[in-house]
């Protein structure tokens, strides 16, 4: 019983390691093709406007989501 509480654990571990990796590369996938938009001389198109108020939208969700998921971590122990 100790066994599978300690790989439930250790999966849970890995899971959450692997999704906070996924998320990382999101949000630097996110960044690097912001900056390829503002580096990019297009004029005055709509099209990049659209593109940079997507990507910031984007990132701007993803650091709040962040922000979140701390506070709620720290609410848990907190409260333990």
Known sequence: LEFRRVLF?????????SQGI??????LSNVAQL???VDEDLGTE???KVAIT???????????IGILI???LEI????C
Do not use: E, H, Y
């Open 76 to 79: 848990g122990r907190a409260s």
């Open 9 to 17: 654990r250790s999966q849970n571990a890995r899971k959450a390691i």
């Open 54 to 64: 997507m990507i910031s939208l984007s990132l701007l969700i993803q650091v709040v």
């Open 70 to 72: 701390i506070l709620l």
């Open 46 to 48: 709509a099209k990049p």
């Open 35 to 37: 900056k390829s938009i």
């Open 22 to 27: 996924l998320d990382t590369a999101l949000f």
